[in-house]
């Protein structure tokens, strides 16, 4: 990735580690976990891009026509958002370079400021607005909460929302020109309890960002008054200021700080889907693999039920599961871990448990005979197989090794842990339902 920055500031230069890290594991990630992660990864990659320029994304925030759209473009200097009378205009998050703002973060002449217009907050519902208030807030640098008056309960909720993420936020008192001199001290002094603990006192700021027009009076040369009606200049001098001195103030660290924060929350989501997904079809190979094996035993005569064959479902299985964990065993190697993981658990003996009771059966009637009566023994064998599973999972879950314990430990600690009963009854049910079927095919009357 190339850099387009020659800062050095060791924050900055973390932060910009951080990502990159955390773009790095998710290029390492099988192809199956990168299609879930495909949006973090295109917005890790945009925030990668943010973080190398300094782009300083300031995001508005506020409910239906509290006049943020004209607030981007009082800020900016033209029109640049459309802004309508009637509510619900702006219909997606944009966002525009705020040229003139004349500010360049220190020692970084490819930084700019980007101002983000969003959709009213009750213009989405409830757990849509929250989405959105959250992905948004999550780039933010800086946020402008911008009301038009009292606070209603679902601007205080959104703000809420947004004061947790723990990100520099304004809260904008915008159409100054709406609200004669008293009333405007009493909606200012009931804003500033309102936001009290949630935002500093000194980041509220009232606005008059697209004003309504006016009538002029105006005299003529020739001593006459004529009346016009024009729109004042808006207002927005003491929000640029704050805004500005406040990237001043936090300018890279802001930045950095955001996009260090930004990483962790994505690596940790990452690692949490990773987790998941292995989890999952680890059980669904191990439960798998030992039903099979128990099916196996239960269903076919003796020479299936020495150890060699038994072993070699056990080698598949964590063959496979080697590779969901991303390592890939031979067959061999898969043969020794199960080995040696049977050893250090004495399963053996469990497999030997079945193999007395076929035993005893093929001795007293001289063939297989009825296959549902071997079920106890070839779920015990499926159990062993279970908790082989298990050990292994565990095993490639430390990247293939036992960790601080032994193998011994491991299996100990599972066997422990595992509800015996409901493994043995599940794979009970397992192989019914598997030999009815074939019970409807050959074994009609065996
Ligand atoms: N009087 C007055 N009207 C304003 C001011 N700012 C915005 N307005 C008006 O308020 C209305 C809504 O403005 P917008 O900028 O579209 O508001 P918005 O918050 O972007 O609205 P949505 O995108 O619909 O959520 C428009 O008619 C603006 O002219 C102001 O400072 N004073
Ligand atoms: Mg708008």
Not at 184 to 195: F, I, P, V, Y
Not at 242 to 270: C, F, V
Request: glycine share 8%; aromatic share 6%; proline share 3%.
């Amino acid at each position: 990735m190339e850099e387009t920055t020659t800062n050095h500031d060791p924050q900055y230069q973390d932060a910009i580690k951080a990502v990159e890290k955390t773009l790095a594991d998710l290029r390492r990630c099988p192809d199956e976990e990168k299609k879930q992660l495909q949006e973090d990864i295109a917005q890790l990659n945009s925030m990668h891009e943010k973080i190398t320029q300094g782009r300083v994304e300031i995001v508005i925030f506020g409910e239906i026509s509290t006049g943020k759209s004209a607030l981007v473009n009082a800020l900016i200097g033209r029109d640049v958002a459309e802004v309508d009378v009637q509510g619900g205009w702006t219909k997606q998050v944009w966002g525009t370079a705020w040229e003139g703002a004349g500010h360049r973060l220190k020692s970084l002449e490819s930084s700019e400021i980007v101002i983000i217009d969003t959709p009213g907050i009750n213009e989405v519902g409830g757990a849509d607005r929250a989405q959105l208030a959250d992905v948004t807030a999550r780039r933010a640098d800086l946020i402008l909460f911008v009301t038009d008056s009292d606070l209603n309960d679902t601007e205080y909720a959104a703000l809420v929302e947004l004061a947790a993420v723990q990100k520099p936020i304004i809260c904008v008192f915008n159409k100054q020109d709406l609200y004669q001199h008293e009333e405007r001290n009493q909606l200012t002094a009931m804003l500033e309890q309102r936001l009290d603990g949630l935002i500093p006192a000194n980041h509220f700021v009232m606005t008059t960002a697209d004003p309504r027009e006016i009538e002029y009076i105006i005299e003529q040369p020739n001593g006459e008054t004529k009346t016009q009606w024009r729109k004042p200049a808006p207002d927005v001098a003491e929000l640029k200021t704050l805004i500005l001195e406040t990237l001043e103030q936090e300018g890279l660290g802001l930045i950095a700080l955001n996009a260090a924060m930004y990483a962790a929350d994505k690596s940790d989501r990452i690692s949490a889907i990773r987790v998941e997904m292995r989890n999952r079809q680890a059980d669904q190979v191990i439960w798998t693999m030992a039903a099979t094996k128990a099916v196996v035993v239960a269903a076919n005569p003796l020479p299936f039920l020495d150890i060699v064959g038994g072993l070699a479902v056990d080698a598949i299985m964590i063959a496979t599961l080697s590779k969901v964990y991303g390592l890939s065993f031979s067959m061999s190697q898969a043969r020794g871990l199960a080995k040696s993981i049977s050893a250090a658990g004495g399963l053996y003996a469990l497999g030997e448990l079945a193999n007395v009771g076929a035993s005893f059966f093929k001795l007293v009637t001289g063939t297989l005979g009825t296959a549902l009566t071997l079920i106890p023994q070839a779920a015990a064998v499926g159990f062993g197989s279970y908790i082989i599973g298990q050990s292994a999972k565990k095993y490639f879950e430390q990247g293939g090794s036992w960790g601080t314990g032994s193998a011994k430990s491991v299996v100990k600690d599972i066997l422990a842990k595992t509800d015996k009963d409901s493994v043995v009854n599940h794979l009970k049910d397992e192989i019914r339902t598997r030999l009815d079927w074939n019970r409807h095919g050959s074994k009609k009357d065996s």
